[in-house]
């Protein structure tokens, strides 16, 4: 009965499509879902790529006065269940979310609803290009062909949390996207259908999203497969056919690629490469005040400074938060000084330079004693290391200028504010200053 309604919907909608199509289909009911069975793979293939949105329009159509089941594409050739949620424009129903079994790449849906996720990634100007770049993507506005892009930084920056983020947003869009997230080593090891034609891959899913993709280093097998796949990849200007989209994440600078082979590397390299920085004090403080405050923390402000000059990770920094809170609640006691020392102590293997740190890296460096540096003394030397290391402690701690002036003998804020533009002006064309402060900026990692 419901081909039939079908039939009837298509044939009104579609004078040249009479919906013949459908008596392959196996179509069964099952409360608010809507399982739909193929005869064999490849006809599951062909109607993806040709049949899949007219057949959802017309469920639309169908169930427009009443709530509207979730499709379930059931495809056994291929050893697995893949799932879509269909839904009105705009609406959401309530446990949509897609299946997820252990021999197939991770659902985007499986991570849960992240419509917020942009917004909770916390970040400053430093980050705000790979941010908005990432979010003009998986909000496919006109325009944007950054085909494939690759999101690189260190351990902890958030890369991962950036592409679900992707993935939730793009897989909510009204196209109705079909994503697969998964681990760059996972997704190259598994062995589906589609690896004698990858073209087939293009027919199944609309965006690939792969994180550690340096976990492909080596493998020269893995590496082969995804370079056909991505190969197969329908561009923006193929006639009839959706874009593909591809998505990478690699831990380490855009420079860890040349662990990869070339043939690999270089399709990387032809999108749009950005690196993630890691937070500077002030994003590590705002994510800490944003974290307790979810968890109902009492810390001070300086309790936090505390911590967060002490971690560069983001990660680091929910373990220490988790530490806090496992001792306050064994102790029943507050959090003194003496106890978060221990705490940090005992519980970081990161821990980020301060600018005492930073001004004896200089002095050091320069040939001076940092007691020198930090006084008064206006002798040019002394003057410039001064200068330098207020420059590198706003870069690396995010330090307002009046804090900066008291940790550096009381100065007033506009004798840093001075120091740094001065800094900013001669490495515009002092190679000499660029390549020291490069240095000094390595060493104080």
């Known amino acids: 009965m419901l081909k039939n309604e079908l039939r009837d919907i298509l044939t009104r909608q579609k004078a040249d499509d009479r ?24 006809f599951a293939a062909w ?7 007219l057949f959802e ?36 129903a309530p446990g949509q979310n897609g299946a997820n079994t252990a021999d197939r790449p991770v659902d985007a849906s499986a991570h849960g609803n992240e419509n917020d996720a942009f917004t909770a990634f916390i970040a400053n100007a430093k980050n705000s290009f790979p941010l908005a770049a990432a979010k003009e993507i998986a909000e496919q506005r006109a325009g944007v062909t950054y085909n494939p892009f690759l999101l690189c930084g260190r351990s902890g920056t958030g890369k991962s949390h950036i592409l679900r983020s992707m993935a939730a947003t793009l897989q909510q869009s009204q196209t109705g996207n079909r994503v697969i997230i998964a681990p760059a080593a996972r997704f190259c090891a598994d062995n589906p259908a589609w690896v004698r034609h990858p073209e087939l891959f293009w027919q199944q899913w609309d965006v690939l999203l792969l994180d550690d993709i340096q976990d492909l280093a080596g493998q020269t097998a893995w590496q082969q497969k995804l370079v056909a796949c991505m190969d197969a990849c329908p561009p923006s200007t193929s006639p009839g056919r959706r874009s593909g989209q591809m998505v990478f994440a690699c831990t380490g600078q855009p420079q860890a690629l040349k662990a990869l082979d070339e043939r690999l590397r ?7 490469v950005v690196e993630l920085m890691e937070p500077d004090l002030d994003v ?3 994510y800490l005040q944003a974290t307790c405050k979810e968890r109902n923390m009492n810390l001070s402000r300086d309790q ?11 990660r680091l920094l929910q373990g220490l938060l988790i ?36 001004l004896g890296e200089v002095a050091r460096t320069m040939n001076l004693r940092a007691e020198d540096v930090l006084g008064g003394k206006r002798r040019p030397d002394l003057v410039l290391a001064r200068q330098i290391a207020m420059y590198i402690c706003r870069r690396k701690l995010g330090l307002s200028y009046p804090e ?35 240095e000094l900026e390595l060493k104080t990692q």
């Not at 109607?47 to 949105?53: L, M």
């Not at 940090?344 to 990161?350: E, L, N």
């Open 284 to 286: 590590r403080m705002r």
């Open 47 to 53: 109607f993806s790529q040709h049949k899949r949105d």
């Open 323 to 358: 530490k806090v809170a496992a001792f306050c609640s064994v102790t029943g006691c507050e959090l003194s000084q003496a106890d978060l020392e221990n705490i940090v102590r005992t519980g970081v293997a990161d821990k980020t330079p301060g600018c005492l740190e930073i």
């Open 57 to 92: 329009q017309a469920l639309s159509c169908r169930f427009a006065d009443e709530r509207l089941p979730q499709i379930v594409y059931e495809q056994p050739a291929l050893g697995h269940v893949q799932t879509w949620s269909l839904q009105h424009a705009g609406q959401e």
């Open 266 to 272: 270089s399709r990387l390299e032809s999108g749009l």
């Open 404 to 438: 900066l002036g008291r940790a550096f003998g009381g100065k007033d804020h506009s004798t840093v504010i001075h120091a740094i533009k001065k800094i900013k002006k001669f490495l515009v064309s002092d190679k000499a200053l660029q390549q020291l402060v490069a």
């Open 19 to 42: 919906g013949d199509w459908l008596e392959s289909l196996t179509l069964r009911q099952e409360g608010d879902t809507l399982n739909v069975g193929f005869p064999h793979f490849y």
């Open 304 to 314: 936090l400074l505390f911590i967060a000059q002490r971690c560069s990770q983001f």
